[in-house]
């Protein structure tokens, strides 16, 4: 025990409690100025409601995606199954390049139809920072519900139905509270990751500031200029990431409180 | 929806998602081998590569040892405060890389609280050590995470078998509770190596991005790009042979699957 | 190797598992430790094993004091009920664990192990794997593990918990006759009756956390000596003051100033002997077992009304 905590203590508390004292250098109002500059107001916007939005998106999609896994079957599932993990292990850096290859500025998605021009690119725009998301955040809530899905009593849905209700209902009703917090640990993790990721968008998105720059990218300029005022940014962004570690601890909490009856 | 529905909605996302892109990628790395090829023979490449698997090797060798230790004390041991280090334990899962990196060189660096070893000639920041350090800090709970649910669901029999037989603390250890935790070990090791392989924006802040000296593979490929003037080819190519070995690393990961890790 | 254990106590949080626990188990004898769930069985095994400590007493394997030595260091083999088997290794590693951690030359390994696996009859199945075994083959091989160190003393755990009824039979019979050969002093932890008259020399028969008597499986039965013991190795029923065992109820047609008038409600046959289940005028249901041959030349009927004597009852001041 004693080995762990020393470990723990050199490799992460360390240094992260010289984060927090580096940010209180200017003392609060010093703090309190860099955090509420436009820019850094501007850049933690963005990367909340980015990530809200991919990661609801990873939800149902992420969901449905897992409930297709385990319920269907279909020639060459267990490949889809397998790449499902690829955005895991694939470096953040070359996934930024694979959903330029696509979605950059030679993507081939390039079309017009009479005055409808329809244009895949989508560098320096937002929607590559959602793009980008959601192909880093799906493994997450994916990984997270199979396990719930495939441990599911299909019993408890014969039992909706031989009661009358229709498939929709059945779900809403009888799988979907069962599920939920499988989904929900999914969000969670997925949320943190999206908060903090930087590699698969810097390439892509251009960080243009007040449009397409996001917090980690912001800080991670900033370091380079002014590293007094960064520590203040990386605090905020140490507390986003808490927030979203303290949900992750509630929802296994949350899910095994049944497990000691 | 029926279910041809549901299944049509999941692949087609992931086409669009995963799938497209990943087959783009590969499509126009092979419209210019030669210039790929180049950029991953090149010798700035080698020696990222090397670097690469440098860092690696020592992040998994000290979080193999580190995440059984913690794995042991989760399950095992008696003290207070165990519920807490489990969930300690996933905080490099939940912060940002750019803090992580960001962190070590206000440690290290020049009035940093450990700038002892600076001073002293040792070099940390902008240098390898520092590399190898943000690359534990984020591979930190890999093995663990993967061990503890296995050591749990064990039980202690098999361990106070071997004690009544004769054998002392680590004997058992060695000759029981190591072998039958070994699969969990295996697919946490492969884990913590490809993100190890994979992480970039820690390794960013904190490497200096020095070609030749301190990039690793991936901020080789960063390099690449925006050096590159419009010809992709070098990143297309560079991040090829990452992403195959990412491939190599999944397909690791599912023939170790039946053997009793719990996906 | 006798064991010897004194004025043993033993808490988890608030529960008292053992109070104040003393019994003697005789050098060579195979003794049972017979009890409900709860009655510490279980804890005060594991304790004389060393895998518990006790918070207060001592345990003395042969004279010498253990009561401080890990369980590495007290020659004792124990077999789990849930086999504890080492699951990444043979059948045959399993075995030669104890002696290969004692360094044995290999030579001598090689022959124990063999004698033991053709001893428990799992010679065939030396180079599998126990999940390709069966729960009794299972067991066997812990049995065989736990023999190969020549344990001074073998302990089990509820053996044959784990198995369903015809396996056990057979392993107990087989336990019985491998003590005959090997005389190692045995304790068996078990909360089958008929297991523990059938195999064990002498019961010690235990009720939260206490001994309730100790005697051979004969004594018990006949002699018991609180209400405890009486109803828990074999039925007995109670009427009034006393305690009455099935077979030592007459039943006659007429009758007589001592007998309680009851009504047949069902009669069980279990092929040598017959239960006739009872219920009296007010409500209380007991039975009468009795041979077969009694039973036909009383030709009872469901419905009938009959009377019951006992011919030997017990009281407990």
């Known amino acids: 025990m004693g080995f762990v905590t020393t470990f723990l203590l050199v490799i992460v508390v360390l240094p992260i409690a010289a984060v927090v004292w580096r940010s209180t250098g200017e003392g609060w109002s010093g703090f309190w100025e860099v955090v509420s500059s436009p820019q850094a107001v501007a850049a933690f916007k963005l990367t909340l409601i980015t990530s809200t939005l991919a990661v609801l998106t990873t939800a149902v999609f992420g969901t449905i995606i897992a409930w297709v896994l385990v319920r269907d ?189 | 929806m029926g279910r041809l529905g549901l299944r049509f909605v999941a692949l087609g996302y992931l086409v669009v998602i995963l799938v497209g892109p990943l087959l783009m990628m590969v499509w126009r790395t092979t419209e210019d081998l030669d210039g790929a090829w180049a950029a991953i023979t090149a010798p700035d490449t080698v020696s990222a590569f090397k670097l690469t698997l440098l860092v690696t090797v020592i992040a998994v060798a000290v979080n193999t040892v580190f995440g059984i230790v913690c794995a042991l004390v989760i399950v095992r041991g008696n003290i207070p405060g165990r519920g807490f280090l489990n969930a300690f334990i996933d905080l490099p899962l939940a912060l940002s890389p750019v803090i992580v990196g960001f962190s070590l060189v206000v440690l290290y660096g020049a009035s940093g609280w450990l700038s002892w070893f600076t001073d002293h000639g040792f070099e940390i920041v902008y240098a390898t ?47 029981i509770t190591l072998p039958s935790i070994r699969w969990a070990v295996v697919y946490g090791v492969v884990l913590t190596a490809a993100r ?68 | 190797m006798s064991i010897s254990i004194r004025h043993v106590t033993k808490r988890f949080d608030d529960f008292l598992a053992l109070d104040d626990v003393s019994v003697e188990v005789g050098s060579g004898s195979l003794t049972a430790l017979l009890g409900p769930s709860g009655s510490g069985k279980s804890t005060l095994l594991r304790i004389v094993a060393g895998l518990e400590t006790a918070d207060a007493g001592s345990v003395s394997i042969d004279g010498v004091d253990v009561t401080g030595r890990p369980p590495q260091k007290r020659g004792v083999g124990f077999v789990f009920q849930h086999y504890a088997a080492f699951k990444h290794m043979t059948v045959h590693d399993n075995v030669a664990f104890g002696l290969r951690i004692r360094k044995r030359p290999k ?56 198995l369903d009824a015809r396996v056990r039979a057979e392993l107990r019979e087989w336990l019985r006759r491998l003590h005959e050969e090997t005389h190692t002093t ?92 009872l219920v009296d005028a007010e409500g209380e249901r007991l039975s009468v077992e009795t041979t077969r041959d009694d039973a036909e030349l009383l030709e009872l009927e469901t419905g009938q009304i009959i009377y019951v004597e006992a011919a030997r009852q017990t009281m407990f001041t």
């Open chain 1, 73 to 261: 079957s279909f020639a060459g599932k267990s490949v889809v199954n397998a790449i499902i993990d690829l955005p895991f292990a694939l470096p953040t850096i070359v996934a930024g390049l694979v959903i330029m290859a696509l979605y950059g500025p030679r993507t081939p998605l390039e079309f017009t139809v009479g005055s409808f021009h329809f244009d895949a690119n989508l560098t320096f725009t937002r929607g590559a920072i959602y793009v980008a998301l959601l192909f880093v955040t799906l493994p997450f809530v994916v990984r997270a519900v199979q396990p719930v899905l495939i441990e599911f009593d299909r019993e408890l849905e014969d039992a909706a139905r031989s009661l009358g209700a229709g498939p929709f209902a059945t779900f809403r009703r009888v799988v979907l509270p069962v599920i939920l917090p499988g989904i929900l640990s999914g969000v969670a993790m997925a949320f943190a990751r999206a908060v903090g990721e930087i590699g698969a968008i810097v390439l892509i998105a251009g960080n243009l500031p007040f449009k397409t720059e996001v917090a980690s990218i912001h800080l991670f300029y900033r370091i380079e200029q002014d590293p007094a005022g960064s520590a203040a940014i990386a605090v905020v962004l140490l507390l986003i990431s808490f927030t979203a570690l303290m949900g992750i601890g509630a929802v296994r909490w949350y899910v095994t409180r049944h497990d000691h009856g």
């Open chain 2, 129 to 175: 050590p520092s590399i190898a350090l943000a690359t534990i800090f984020v591979t930190l709970p890999f093995v663990a995470r993967e061990v503890v649910p296995t050591l749990r669901e064990i039980g202690t029999e098999q361990e106070q078998a071997a004690q009544t037989l004769g054998a002392t603390g680590w004997q058992t250890f060695w000759r």
């Open chain 2, 196 to 263: 190890a392989i994979g992480e970039f924006g820690a390794v960013a802040i904190v490497s200096g991005n020095i070609v030749g000296k301190t990039q690793t593979a991936t901020l080789r490929v960063e390099d690449a790009y925006q050096f590159s003037y419009g010809n992709y080819a070098p990143a297309y190519g560079i991040s090829f042979v990452l992403a195959a070995t990412a491939i190599l690393v999944l397909v690791t990961m599912i023939l170790l699957q039946p053997k009793g890790a719990k996906h």
């Open chain 3, 107 to 162: 030579a001598e390994i090689e022959e124990r192990v063999s004698r033991l696996l053709q001893l428990v009859q799992l010679d065939r199945f030396a180079k599998r794997f126990p999940s390709q075994l069966s729960g009794g083959q299972r067991q066997r091989m812990g049995l065989a593990r736990a023999l190969a160190i020549d344990p001074s003393v073998l302990l089990l755990d509820e053996p044959f918990g784990a």
């Open chain 3, 186 to 277: 045995t304790v068996i932890v078990t909360h089958d009756q008929d297991e523990a008259m059938e195999v064990a020399d002498e019961v010690a028969v235990m009720s939260q956390g206490r001994i309730e008597q100790v005697g051979t499986p004969r004594e018990v039965y006949e002699r018991p000596e609180n209400e405890f013991v009486m109803t828990f190795v074999g039925q007995a029923h109670r009427i009034g003051d006393a305690f009455v065992r099935p077979h030592d109820l007459e039943v006659t047609l007429e009758p007589n100033g001592a007998t309680r008038e009851v009504m047949v409600e069902r009669i069980v046959h279990f092929g040598f002997s017959v239960r006739i289940d």
